[in-house]
């Protein structure tokens, strides 16, 4: 299965990069769109598949990038979301590692993580929340254990016009217990057995373009085809 994703480029092909504007505007809403009927999926995944040097999405749309803990997501959308879209908006970079590295530096850095983990959580949805009242784009990480979260996001996006698109990355978990080493965390072998029977429904779902309502693409990386993507736009 490899069908076309939306406004994804090839390697090689120029991409022009959304220039900066003195302000940043708020989206106009758009109306509300009935969803197509089954979404895009691109499967960039396999040694034998032409690399993509960009992904290219309509502004004002969302994108979810999900997969296991240690795979990969905040280095992705640290590298190639860009600041602002098309149309000189900014885009909303929304992931939960800022708002635990923001309270580790404050004055509870001394207790547990464990103690204070439901306030970062409560601060990195209240983030997520003004990012999708601003209509702008938003990019969000998603650990890909709660479901909840993309039905969110789904409904906001139905609501007011927009596209939901998925980017997930399909690493082996002995790569992703790697990723967590070399940045220094680690997750309890039960909650990482949990990440790894949910994010294992979440690629049959993909492949099998079973997305939610609301979700108009999907697109299935594996670490190579993570390290030759080089862009995000908007535009």
């Not at 090839?10 to 220039?19: K, Q, R």
């Amino acid at each position: 299965m490899h069908s076309e994703a939306a406004y994804a480029t090839t390697a090689g092909a120029a991409v022009p990069e959304p220039g900066p504007a003195p302000t940043a505007p708020r989206a106009t809403r758009r109306p509300a769109a009935r969803p197509a009927a089954r979404p895009r999926i691109t499967d960039l995944r396999g040694a034998d598949r032409t690399p993509r040097t960009a992904l290219r999405f309509p502004p004002g749309d969302l994108i979810v990038v999900s997969g296991l803990p240690g795979s990969g997501k905040s280095t992705l959308m640290g590298r190639v979301v860009p600041r602002r879209d098309g149309r000189g908006t900014r885009v909303h970079r929304v992931d939960s590692q800022d708002a635990r590295e923001r309270w580790q530096r404050g004055r509870l850095r001394r207790l547990p993580y464990t103690l204070y983990r439901p306030l970062v959580r409560v601060a990195h949805y209240l983030v997520l929340r003004r990012a999708l009242r601003s209509g702008a784009s938003v990019v969000v990480h998603d650990c890909g254990t709660l479901a909840w979260v993309r039905r969110w996001l789904s409904r906001a996006a139905l609501r007011d016009g927009r596209r939901v698109h998925l980017m997930l990355l399909d690493v082996e978990p002995e790569a992703a217990l790697t990723g967590q080493r070399a940045r220094g965390r680690r997750v309890s072998r039960y909650a990482f057995a949990r990440h790894r029977r949910a994010v294992r429904r979440l690629v049959a779902r993909a492949e099998a373009a079973r997305l939610p309502s609301g979700f108009g693409s999907a697109v299935l990386l594996d670490r190579a085809a993570a390290g030759a993507l080089e862009r995000v736009t908007f535009g």
